[in-house]
């Protein structure tokens, strides 16, 4: 019975920040408008069939329906897709990934990525160049990957168009905690096991990269987060085209999934994903995370993990390459995931329910697995949902 009461404290105390959870999906009003930069989701982890390498990835606009796989399947050209790695154990990165996109001109035709890995503050660095792989609206079968490796490096390339590996159920969460509010919790509630993800299709952009290529200083273990950048100044062009020029501002970033979403204010949404993990490290949103997560009723000794995991260091998942990951999937063997890295089957919303409850929900949300089963080879993100042929009743989503 106590533990019942504690948990309706802890819920009781949700309301305030969880209204609008996802991963990273639409989480600041910016976004909302620039669903090209909009980031969903990062991922890092090792290739269970190859423990020397790793798999970063991560994902833009959420929520594409199977039937506008193809019009909804250009990067923007004007975007820059940033992968941040930190190797020396503070909160600054090290190195950097780009991918950025030559302009789509069909529908039909891959668009070509230029994938370079830099050093900090040094010019240059590998380049080689990739096509997407293209999206059919039509077919009821998925595109087979296309997985571009350069041979000087051993890097691997996938972007194109995948089904949206998160899963959680966000309307039975927002009753549970209106439940909550209305003076009569009902834990019930959670028991839905519908995915709000299940049946949608993102934009992914995941490489294979030799983990001698990331490590440094602090050894075994990286950080790994993402950030989307556009130029500072849009312009139009005499007929009316949008470019960008001017140095890169950030548009959104993420690290650890739920940061932004669940803990940061909504007035401070738009500033959090501008800052940087140094930023987060010197403290600028301890207090409005701390804040968030006390309401939450949260103790100190869960916000400390959680502030471990999220801000001491920076908003970065932190993945330990020496850490054995295997079996199914993009691996599912225990203590080798979330919060080491982030594996696809990481059922992240339970380990974070979990630790903002002090323990106390162990259950989660009762959607446990992604709808549908991911890859176990190369990109492992599961084949994107296509329009159904007649006859097929369940097109998987669970609205
Ligand atoms: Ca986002
Ligand atoms: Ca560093
Ligand atoms: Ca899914
Ligand atoms: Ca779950």
Not at 89 to 118: C, L, M, N, W
Not at 373 to 392: I, K, M, T, Y
Request: cysteine-free; glycine content about 10%; charged content about 15%.
């Amino acid at each position: 019975m106590k533990r019942y009461w504690q948990l309706i404290a802890a819920g009781t105390l949700a309301v305030a920040g969880f209204l609008a959870w996802a991963a990273d999906h639409l989480e600041a009003p910016l976004v909302e408008s620039d669903q090209a930069a909009d980031i969903a989701d990062v991922y890092a982890f090792l290739d269970p069939n190859d423990n020397s390498r790793v798999i970063l990835a991560f994902d833009v606009h959420g929520f594409i329906v199977p039937g506008e796989n193809g019009n909804l399947s250009g990067f923007d050209h004007d975007v820059l897709y940033q992968f941040n790695i930190e190797n020396t154990g503070d909160a600054a990165p090290d190195k950097f990934i780009y991918v950025t996109f030559d302009e789509q001109t069909s529908r039909s035709q891959p668009q070509t990525a230029h994938i370079t890995i830099a050093e900090k503050k040094k010019a240059g660095g590998i380049v080689f160049t990739a096509p997407t792989t293209v999206s059919s609206a039509t077919s009821p079968t998925s595109p087979t990957p296309v997985v571009t490796t350069d041979a000087a490096t051993g890097i691997s390339f996938f972007a194109g168009v995948t089904d949206d590996p998160f899963f959680f159920d966000i309307p039975a969460f927002n009753r549970f905690v209106g439940s909550v509010l209305g003076g009569a919790p009902n834990l019930n509630l959670l028991s839905r096991g519908r995915d709000t993800f299940a049946g949608y299709n993102i934009q992914m952009i995941a490489l294979s990269v030799p983990a001698s290529l990331l490590k440094g200083s602090a050894g075994n273990v990286i950080g790994v987060s993402a950030t989307t950048l556009r130029g500072r100044n849009t312009h139009r062009s005499p007929e009316g085209d949008p470019f960008d020029s001017g140095d890169f501002v950030a548009i959104d970033r993420m690290g650890v999934p739920a940061v932004n979403t669940a803990l940061i204010p909504f007035s401070r949404k738009n500033e959090y994903n501008r800052a940087t993990t140094q930023d987060d490290a010197a403290g600028k949103f301890a207090g409005s995370i701390v804040g968030t997560l006390t309401a939450l009723g949260t103790d100190a000794t869960h916000i400390g993990i959680l502030a471990n995991v999220a801000v001491t260091k920076g908003d970065m998942l932190r993945l330990d390459t020496s850490l054995a990951n295997s079996g199914a999937q993009g691996g599912n063997n225990a203590g080798a995931g979330f919060p080491n890295g982030r594996r696809p089957t990481d059922d992240v919303i339970d380990t974070i329910l979990f630790l903002v409850t002090n323990g106390g929900l162990t259950t989660g949300d009762h959607v446990n697995a992604n709808d549908v089963l991911f890859r176990d080879v190369f990109p492992f993100f599961a084949a994107s949902h296509q329009p159904l042929d007649s006859g097929v009743i369940d097109d998987n989503t669970r609205n």
